[in-house]
């Protein structure tokens, strides 16, 4: 069951534009999918990137989805090798190509390194680069610089003491590394975001290890494109800090994360604005008995205006795990009382939270809630007049790989035909077990015996939709087997 809640302002319902572009959608298919990051193209279309275990039985492969300006599917691609492969990032120069940024372990060695792979405008793979340290790498973030650089930025494990270094790796735009950065600091010390800052220079925000409070302390650094530092602070009094996210905006950086206290080892919403000289501006952070993190922030509009993408658990929280809230604020501090929070029963991960052609925001991210439950993508867009998706019903469940990808036999198990309307053959390599049709709630809708290697199965009694087929055999194993379209 998805529960959603709204608090809007009164005076914004007054002010509803039909021709205003929301939707919430989920793109869900036969196994775990992650939604990481998005970007939108000059013609108001989509470019998401994640993860996905749907393009075959093995881990996982890096994905690059084009939506169109109302969020329907239009292609995916994959990439990677044999081993784990991530999306984090996506890019694109118009009439150039499109660049995926993560990390994969798909390598002789089997680590995990920085990841780049550059397409042409159909996601047609053109180029793909590996860049790491002899330990294990992970990639956080990235940006495209003024000059068509890319940096990707995250965490590294290659330490004398196991605990994490920053890690940075600049690409120029045919794949060239032109520059790695590793902090060599004691304790825990990780990038987790980037930031453009005009044409010469750009921000890293994350958390770092201080030896004199023993703690944690938030961490923002300016630099400029060869890697020469301008300065690098740290902020935060008591607990230990995260900047998870920054934005530039009127030569001030809007620095938002969370702090934890030892008194009750919760998150604690964490804000701070900074100016081009590194001094604070203004702090907050709010001691509550929720878990909350700030996670996203982004820009929109002409005037003094943010959205914060915000994870967390509490007593309004549904079912397990983190919830979501987008939220609407004003002079950085003050809530704008419009806002959505998508509830669902698992846990629920914001990916990238960004600015829309529109003057409104879009959302990607990862929820446990529809299909088979193991993880879909999720894909939220604010209208620009602060109005949300209608969500009255169940969110459109759409296909991550192509239909025709998924009616080819998967592992000695066929299904057809696909759409389908009264009947369905179902062909196993097994004459037992039990077969499930699970709606896109992850509700069982029939259960199916399995008596013989050809079933023919009436699925009239269904509704029209999106349904899964997952087989559960004597052995007690489970295996997703695919969708169908029920006309």
Same mark, same amino acid.
């Given at each position: 069951?998805?529960?959603?809640?709204?608090?809007?302002?009164?005076?914004?319902?007054?002010?509803?534009?039909?021709?205003?572009?929301?939707?919430?959608?989920?793109?869900?298919?036969?196994?775990?999918?992650?939604?990481?990051?998005?970007?939108?193209?000059?013609?108001?279309? $989509?470019? !998401?990137? /994640?993860?996905?275990? &749907?393009?075959?039985?093995?881990?996982?492969?890096?994905? +690059?989805? =084009?939506? @169109?300006?109302?969020?329907?599917?239009?292609?995916?691609?994959?990439?990677?090798?044999?081993?784990?492969?991530?999306?984090?990032?996506?890019?694109?120069?118009?009439?150039?190509? $499109?660049? !995926?940024? /993560?990390?994969?372990? &798909?390598?002789?060695?089997?680590?995990?390194?920085?990841? +780049?792979? =550059?397409? @042409?405008?159909?996601?047609?793979?053109?180029?793909?680069?590996?860049?790491?340290?002899?330990?294990?790498?992970?990639?956080?973030?990235?940006?495209?610089?003024?000059?068509?650089?890319?940096?990707?930025? /995250?965490?590294?494990?290659?330490?004398?003491?196991?605990?994490?270094?920053?890690?940075?790796?600049?690409?120029?735009?045919?794949?060239?590394?032109?520059?790695t950065s590793q902090s060599h600091k004691l304790g825990i010390d990780k990038i987790y975001a980037a930031e453009n800052v005009g044409d010469t220079a750009f921000a890293l925000a994350g958390t770092v290890?201080?030896?004199?409070?023993?703690?944690?302390?938030?961490?923002?650094?300016?630099?400029?494109?060869?890697?020469?530092?301008?300065?690098?602070?740290?902020?935060?009094?008591?607990?230990?800090?995260?900047?998870?996210?920054?934005?530039?905006?009127?030569?001030?950086?809007?620095?938002?994360?969370?702090?934890?206290?030892?008194?009750?080892?919760?998150?604690?919403?964490?804000?701070?604005?900074?100016?081009?000289?590194?001094?604070?501006?203004?702090?907050?952070?709010?001691?509550?008995?929720?878990?909350?993190?700030?996670?996203?922030?982004?820009?929109?509009?002409?005037?003094?205006?943010?959205?914060?993408?915000?994870?967390?658990?509490?007593?309004?929280?549904?079912?397990?795990?983190?919830?979501?809230?987008?939220?609407?604020?004003?002079?950085?501090?003050?809530?704008?009382?419009?806002?959505?929070?998508?509830?669902?029963?698992?846990?629920?991960?914001?990916?990238?939270?960004?600015?829309?052609?529109?003057?409104?925001?879009?959302?990607?991210?990862?929820?446990?809630?529809?299909?088979?439950?193991?993880?879909?993508?999720?894909?939220?867009?604010?209208?620009?007049?602060?109005?949300?998706?209608?969500?009255?019903?169940?969110?459109?469940?759409?296909?991550?790989?192509?239909?025709k990808s998924i009616q080819t036999p998967i592992n000695g198990f066929e299904f057809y035909p696909n759409p389908a309307n009264d009947l369905l053959n179902f062909k196993s390599e097994f004459n037992s077990?039990?077969?499930?049709?699970?709606?896109?709630?992850?509700?069982?809708?029939?259960?199916?015996?399995?008596?013989?290697?050809?079933?023919?199965?009436?699925?009239?009694?269904?509704?029209?939709?999106?349904?899964?087929?997952?087989?559960?055999?004597?052995?007690?194993?489970?295996?997703?087997?695919?969708?169908?379209?029920?006309?």
């Open positions: 069951m998805v529960k959603f809640f709204f608090i809007t302002d009164l005076l914004i319902l007054s002010f509803q534009v039909n021709a205003q572009i929301e939707f919430l959608k989920v793109y869900s298919d036969l196994g775990f999918e992650k939604g990481e990051g998005i970007t939108q193209l000059a013609d108001s279309s $989509y470019l !998401v990137t /994640g993860s996905s275990t &749907s393009f075959g039985q093995g881990p996982p492969q890096a994905f +690059l989805m =084009k939506l @169109d300006s109302l969020g329907n599917h239009k292609w995916t691609k994959h990439y990677g090798g044999a081993e784990i492969n991530e999306g984090k990032r996506v890019f694109a120069i118009e009439n150039f190509g $499109y660049y !995926v940024g /993560g990390n994969t372990n &798909s390598n002789a060695l089997a680590d995990h390194n920085f990841y +780049l792979v =550059k397409t @042409d405008e159909n996601g047609d793979p053109i180029f793909e680069k590996q860049v790491g340290t002899p330990g294990w790498d992970f990639v956080n973030d990235g940006i495209m610089l003024a000059d068509s650089s890319i940096i990707l930025t /995250g965490e590294t494990y290659n330490t004398p003491d196991g605990m994490e270094d920053s890690y940075t790796v600049r690409f120029a735009k045919n794949g060239d590394t032109i520059w290890w201080n030896a004199d409070s023993l703690s944690q302390k938030s961490f923002l650094g300016l630099y400029k494109y060869d890697n020469s530092v301008i300065w690098e602070k740290q902020y935060g009094i008591t607990g230990d800090f995260e900047i998870k996210d920054i934005e530039f905006w009127n030569d001030i950086f809007h620095c938002v994360g969370n702090r934890i206290l030892i008194v009750d080892s919760l998150k604690d919403e964490y804000v701070v604005r900074v100016n081009l000289f590194g001094d604070t501006l203004s702090g907050y952070s709010y001691i509550g008995s929720s878990d909350k993190s700030i996670n996203k922030i982004v820009k929109y509009g002409s005037s003094n205006k943010f959205y914060f993408g915000i994870s967390f658990i509490d007593q309004y929280s549904y079912g397990i795990g983190e919830d979501i809230f987008l939220a609407k604020y004003t002079n950085f501090f003050a809530y704008d009382y419009s806002g959505v929070q998508f509830k669902a029963g698992g846990q629920d991960d914001i990916g990238q939270l960004i600015k829309t052609n529109d003057g409104a925001a879009i959302m990607v991210g990862t929820n446990r809630s529809f299909g088979t439950q193991n993880a879909n993508v999720l894909v939220i867009k604010i209208g620009e007049n602060d109005t949300y998706p209608n969500t009255d019903t169940i969110p459109t469940i759409n296909s991550l790989v192509d239909i077990g039990e077969l499930r049709i699970i709606d896109a709630m992850g509700q069982i809708c029939k259960t199916i015996s399995l008596h013989s290697k050809l079933e023919k199965i009436n699925i009239s009694n269904l509704n029209p939709g999106i349904y899964f087929l997952v087989l559960k055999t004597d052995n007690g194993e489970t295996l997703s087997l695919g969708r169908i379209s029920k006309h």
